[in-house]
């Protein structure tokens, strides 16, 4: 007993397991995961990424180091010098603090080197209070460049959109050769079928030995028909394999046996006059990232267009015994000071403004024309989803009338009440009309995916 359960579980082990049908989302998984025109976006992007750091390093601090020495002449001064720069972030100035002391002498046109014996720290800073108070182009370069990593983000989502709507165009298309290859299959089993009943009424006396070879030739010609199918099968997972990829990212031919019985089925959007406010669209929301690109841009001309007035404070203290510079260096300084310039054209200027505002405008028009391009193209895909809707019903219907006189009529030819031909045609009317449902079911997804993709409906799209 024990031995005839062990052999019942080495069968069950050995019986080979049936493929699970291949999913859409599986499809959708892998290509959103491995399929190089994303992965390249996403290199884009971090390549934004980068130049976006790199404009924030215009704010990273500095630190500069100085030494001097007089190595020959009548003075022997030698000043070492270092200093902390740290630009504000929320102005055009900067903070900076130093320290500096020096040994020997030096002539009187360098009297401000000489420092006490242990030195002089100093700390300051440099505000601007008229032009780079509210914007620089550090500040201007880094909301530029973060503008750019949206951009290149929206366009990674740009690329995603249009990756994943040809993915399920390659799905659908593979799963309709497979459809067409099961009618064919049907259609040459049938006159197989047929065969063997006709030669042994042949051999009866009942059948004439002539419509053995006409049903041979029929069967020929239906595994030529066959042939194609399968060809064409073939050539389908072939295509789908570029976006069915496994954990390594390397491509997968899925096989027939994987095939689903019937075309996914994609979910409508809601329809409305708001629909291209409602919808996120990437190429939409890379507008509003130029214009506020373009905002800065103003800014920054306008910027120009202003005075500069900074004002800068200083505090510095000589700490430790007096040295050759004398006892006047021992009390604690403090400084302060103004710079004023003013651009007395501004041609520049004036002309970056303008640039600018006929840019913004510009970028509105386009915005207008491509939410006018978004309703237009949704509407028609949403007439052609509903008109496919009407066609795969009425082709049902067809098919099952086709059926039906299909079966009839084999039935009167098995009773000898039909002949061949007949029968052969009612036969392959019937596969036609099934042919023709399969193409308007087909032609109803592909109309499902393009609404799906047009209103990036991120679930659906496997994103």
């Known amino acids: 007993m024990i031995r005839l359960l062990a052999l019942l579980v080495a069968l069950v082990a050995a019986a080979p397991v049936a493929a699970q049908p291949l999913a859409l989302d599986e499809v959708l998984r892998s290509s959103a995961t491995h399929a190089p025109a994303i992965l390249e976006a996403i290199t884009r992007e971090r390549q934004a990424d980068g130049r976006r750091l790199s404009a924030e390093g215009a704010f990273d601090l500095l630190f500069e180091g100085e030494a001097q020495s007089r190595a020959l002449g009548y003075y022997d001064g030698t000043v070492v010098e270092g200093r902390a720069t740290r630009p504000l972030a929320t102005n055009g100035g900067a903070l900076y603090g130093g320290y500096r002391v020096s040994r020997g002498d030096f002539p009187t046109y360098e009297d401000k080197a000489f420092t006490n014996r242990l030195g002089e720290v100093k700390v300051g800073g440099v505000f601007s209070l008229m032009r780079d108070r509210l914007i620089d182009e550090r500040r201007g370069r880094i909301g530029l460049a973060g503008g750019d990593t949206v951009l290149a983000r929206l366009d990674r989502e740009m690329v995603a959109i249009g990756v994943q709507r040809r993915a399920i165009d390659a799905y659908q298309a593979w799963v309709a050769a497979g459809v067409r290859t099961s009618v064919y299959r049907d259609l040459l089993s049938l006159a197989t079928a047929r065969q063997a009943s006709i030669e042994r009424q042949i051999a009866l006396g009942a059948r004439p030995q002539i419509l053995g070879i006409e049903n041979r030739q029929n069967i020929l010609r239906r595994q030529t028909l066959l042939v194609r199918a399968e060809q064409e099968l073939a050539a389908a997972a072939n295509a789908l394999s570029f976006y069915l990829r496994d954990a390594e990212g390397e491509r ?212």
Do not use: H
């Not at 979910?267 to 669209?281: K, Q, Y």
């Not at 006929?358 to 008109?387: C, K, M, S």
């Not at 099934?434 to 409906?457: K, P």
């Open 252 to 463: 997968v031919v899925p096989s027939a046996d994987r095939l689903p019985p019937a075309f996914p089925t994609l979910r409508l959007p809601a329809l409305g006059p708001d629909l291209a406010r409602r919808i996120e669209r990437p190429d939409l929301a890379a507008i509003l990232v130029r214009l506020d690109q373009v905002e800065v841009k103003r800014l920054l001309a306008e910027n120009e267009m202003r005075p500069r007035l900074d004002v800068r404070a200083e505090l510095a203290k000589d700490v430790g015994d007096v040295g050759l510079g004398g006892a006047s260096r021992t009390p604690a300084e403090g400084i302060v000071g103004l710079r004023f310039s003013l651009p007395l054209e501004r041609r520049q200027a004036r002309g970056k403004i303008a640039e600018a505002a006929a840019e913004a405008d510009g970028l509105r028009l386009r915005r207008r024309l491509i939410e006018d391009q978004i309703l237009v193209e949704v509407n028609g895909l949403a007439i052609q989803a509903t008109a496919a809707d009407q066609l795969v019903a009425l082709a049902a219907d067809e098919t099952a009338l086709a059926d039906r006189m299909a079966e009839a009529e084999r039935r009167r030819f098995q009773l000898g009440a039909s002949d061949f031909i007949v029968v052969n045609l009612r036969e392959e009317s019937a596969a036609d009309a099934r042919l023709r449902q399969i193409d308007a079911e087909y032609r109803r997804a592909s109309a499902r995916a393009e609404l799906v993709a047009a209103t990036v409906d991120r679930g659906q799209l496997g994103l």
